[in-house]
């Protein structure tokens, strides 16, 4: 949890956004609170609020830290948990389904405005295998639960989840801050020449499952401090977590990978490529091998090209099919 002025701004951006459901303007609030700029760049780092859009938009955590003292906070709170069991529900039902607006105002009985302000808060919940980009005014708008939905037996294991993530971030961004201020965490790396390049974590890492974004926030950290071996070992390990996740734990690499091939998961050739990329990975566990980090910034696209089909674009192929109209035929 937090305290202290954390949580005082917390406080009052809650107090702000209830009356602002597309998120408080940043520009605005940060000038208004000018002596506390370097708390609210550490709050845009935990899971507890996002700048986007120069808007913050806060999350369910924040939300529940205030959940006592605000009524309407406990109904947002209240509507999203009936939110979250009714997609959890239809998931069981229809796993990779995509749901459209007006079945889901149906089933959980609210009315459109607050089932549409829901899910923009449910939106930064790892749930998702997809959802419209305007949730609030889209006339065409639906969602896609994931599988990883079925993690969460509950909505309290949801803020719970987030409460670790925000914990560890904040942690990670304290460490960043008394070694390397004015550098926020993941954005920059500085390179061999001392020239500072952008390095960020794709948005779409939202709908990967919990163990992966935290091994991939953990690689990018590592990129971040020029570590070598380190980010190496790690993205070998995601390769792993992918393979136990799609074949199961079926024995070393070579046995997955032609599992993950058999079963149509990657193609030859890109069996061919992992199996090059593993390589890098094993020097590093096992041989010290330091690889240069040109090298290992090829490694890292290939293993988000993975991530990208295996999560990404097979549910959001399906969401797009699911929104487009159909051709009518021609009549005789």
């Known amino acids: 949890m937090v305290n202290g002025i954390f949580k005082d701004l917390l406080r009052e951006l809650v107090s702000q956004a209830l009356g602002a459901p597309g998120g408080v303007d940043a520009l605005k609030f940060r000038a208004a609170h000018e002596d506390h700029l370097d708390e609210l760049d550490k709050l845009g780092e935990s899971h507890y609020m996002e700048k ?3 808007k913050y938009q806060l999350s369910l955590l924040a939300l529940s830290e205030f959940k006592n003292e605000d009524q309407r906070v406990e109904s947002i709170l209240y509507r999203c948990s009936h939110i979250f069991s009714v997609l959890r529900r239809i998931y069981k039902q229809s796993p990779g389904a995509t749901i459209g607006l007006d079945q889901l105002v149906k089933e959980v009985d609210l009315p459109e405005n607050q089932v549409r302000k ?6 930064k919940v790892p749930i998702w295998g997809g959802y419209s980009t305007d949730l609030l005014k889209s006339s065409n708008v639906s969602v896609t639960p994931s599988e990883s939905i079925l993690k969460y037996k509950t909505f309290d294991d949801v803020i719970s989840q987030l409460r670790q993530w925000a914990k560890t971030s904040i942690f990670r961004s304290n460490v960043l801050t008394e070694q390397n201020k004015g550098i926020s965490l993941f954005l920059q790396e500085i390179d061999r020449n001392g020239t500072k390049t952008s390095l960020s974590i794709p948005s779409w890492h939202c709908h990967l499952n919990s163990t992966i974004q935290l091994l991939m926030e953990e690689v990018y950290y590592g990129l971040h401090k020029e570590m070598k071996a380190l980010p190496s070992m790690g993205l070998r390990a995601v390769i792993d977590v992918v393979c136990n996740d799609l074949v199961g734990d079926i024995g070393d690499f070579a046995r997955k990978l032609s ?11 890109n069996k061919e490529i992992l199996e090059n990329v593993l390589e890098v990975g094993h020097a590093s566990a096992h041989r010290g091998y330091l690889p240069e980090l ?20 097979g549910i959001e192929s399906k969401r797009l099919k699911a929104l487009t109209p159909k051709r009518e035929r021609k009549r005789q």
């Open 294 to 313: 040109e090298d290992l910034r090829s490694v890292l696209d290939i293993v988000n090209h993975l991530l990208k089909e295996v999560y990404v674009l």
């Open 52 to 54: 986007k859009d120069n």
């Open 118 to 123: 829901g899910l923009v808060y449910l939106t």
């Open 259 to 269: 599992q993950l091939e058999k079963e149509k998961h990657i193609t030859p050739k």
